[in-house]
């Protein structure tokens, strides 16, 4: 479900129009439909909708034309939101109250009968979902494809000998990383499946930039507050081994050469947990290092890996290492799936990290550009 409701800002409560894109269990809002990326990602489950009175704070028409460049950002610009509320009925409104303490969202639909549609929806949106048994067998189980790459249930490896499913990627989770890795999943999602031009010359409406084709990858840059870089290509190898080799963190050091050392800090289940990675230093400043809440899933015959950073975790690293910058994963992760033609595997990788420490952005986008080429190190390897 998608649509354009007015959403009310945090700072002047003045209204603006915005996209809502409703994808279970989170709902996207985006400050202009052309936008690529959204503006937040609301985590639904456990939220409470409410009906509101569209008296309070000067909401105006749904037709009128503002100009906007920014939702909370862009506070200059305020003088035009006021307008007549003289045609709005108090049957339009509501609101989104966060399970996770944040601020209350304050949405206006342009009649009773959008509202009624949207509430009705966000409401079965937030309901939580079952976790799922947990398996006894403590050997981390892989995906499986069927023969028709449709479907995955997550299901136990073929050498496993346990026949209870895995764990829910949610199962254990500390409640305030749900909503950053599900973020992470549908910022994967979404910059994964954008056409990646070809060439230079490639006409194709995309939000991606060629960036490079070499040795069989094909690589794009997206820009933005911080540089997102992919990479895709097939690989040779089975997609259980590229799987196996992208999950585990002690793999790194093979394939990526600013690897130094990394740790598997915490397992909540078979398929979410933290990794503490630390890495070279790139220039003649102190090393970085990263904290990042990792899961996976498999949906529609794509197995999805996406991290992001993991805050607030209690215990020794919650705060950087003596001597070391911590750097934000913004996004990264990977997408494999089988590819029928070769036998082999398609994989794309997309990362988007901000180093921290005031790093000069060529050395910034040096180094994330060259993670494009990781599928083809790794298939050497």
């Not at 910022?187 to 930039?209: C, G, N």
Request: hydrophobic letters at 30%; one cysteine or more.
């Amino acid at each position: 479900m998608k649509g354009t409701l007015l959403k009310r800002r945090d700072v002047f409560k003045t209204y603006r129009p915005r996209l809502f894109v409703l994808d279970p269990p989170l709902l996207h809002y985006y400050l202009t439909p052309a936008d690529v990326a959204p503006r937040k990602s609301i985590f639904l489950t456990g939220c409470k909708i409410k009906y509101v009175s569209d008296t309070q704070d000067g909401i105006h028409n749904m037709d009128d034309n503002d100009d906007d460049n920014d939702d909370e950002s862009n506070k200059n610009n305020t003088a035009s939101t006021s307008t007549s509320t003289s045609n709005i009925t108090d049957s339009s409104c509501f609101t989104i109250e966060s399970s996770q303490g944040e601020a209350a969202y304050y949405l206006q639909c342009k009649d009773k009968e959008t509202r009624e549609s949207w509430i009705k929806a966000l409401q079965a949106a937030t309901a939580p979902t079952p976790p799922t048994p947990r398996n006894n067998n403590r050997a981390s189980p892989s995906p499986t494809f069927n023969s028709t790459v449709s479907d995955a249930p997550t299901t136990p490896s073929a050498n496993s000998s346990s026949n209870s499913s895995s764990d829910s990627y949610s199962a254990n989770v500390p409640p305030h990383l749900l909503p950053p890795l599900a973020a992470a999943h549908s910022l994967l999602k979404l910059h994964s499946s954008a056409h990646l031009p070809s060439s230079e010359t490639d006409s194709t409406p995309t939000p991606w930039t060629f960036l490079f084709s070499k040795k069989g990858i094909l690589a794009g840059t997206l820009s933005g507050r911080h540089l997102t870089v992919r990479g895709s290509g097939v690989m040779s190898q089975p997609w259980p081994l590229v799987f196996s080799t992208v999950i585990n963190v002690y793999n790194k050091e093979l394939y990526d050469s600013q690897f130094d050392a990394g740790k598997r800090v915490a397992t909540y289940n078979d398929r979410c947990f933290v990794d503490h990675l630390l890495f070279k230093p790139v220039w003649p400043t102190s090393p970085r290092e990263f904290l990042n809440a990792v899961s996976w899933r498999v949906e529609a015959g794509k197995l999805y890996i996406a991290a992001t950073e993991a805050k607030g975790l209690p215990g020794p690293y919650g705060e950087p290492a003596r001597g070391r910058v911590r750097g934000e994963c913004v996004i990264g992760g990977w997408v494999i799936e089988k590819d029928e033609a070769t036998g082999g595997t398609r994989v794309s990788i997309v990362v988007s990290s901000d180093l921290k420490g005031g790093l000069p952005g060529s050395i910034v986008a040096a180094v994330t550009r060259q993670q494009a080429m990781f599928p083809r190190i790794i298939e050497k390897w």
